[in-house]
């Protein structure tokens, strides 16, 4: 099979199965050393500063260029 041989419905459909069966086996993805200190730096400092973000539409609107 070609993906370029797929309708765009049919490679939307096999991305999700392809998502689905990688989600369902989250447990076995192993983080590396350095993923994991990434981690644990950006929670370290979000602990700090508890800055939670920005919320969806205040970023869409910077996006939009609203």
């Known amino acids: 099979m070609k993906?370029?041989?797929l309708s765009t419905n049919e490679k939307v459909t096999?991305?999700?199965?392809l998502w689905d069966s990688v989600a369902d086996?989250?447990?076995v993805i192993e983080l590396t050393t350095a993923q994991k200190n990434e981690l644990n730096t950006r929670l370290a400092q979000f602990e700090?500063?508890?800055n939670i973000g920005s919320d969806?539409?205040?970023v869409k609107a910077k996006i939009?260029?609203?």
């Open 64 to 66: 939009l260029g609203s």
């Open 14 to 17: 096999l991305a999700q199965q």
């Open 48 to 50: 700090s500063d508890q």
């Open 25 to 27: 086996e989250q447990d």
């Open 56 to 58: 969806w539409n205040t």
């Open 3 to 5: 993906l370029d041989d």
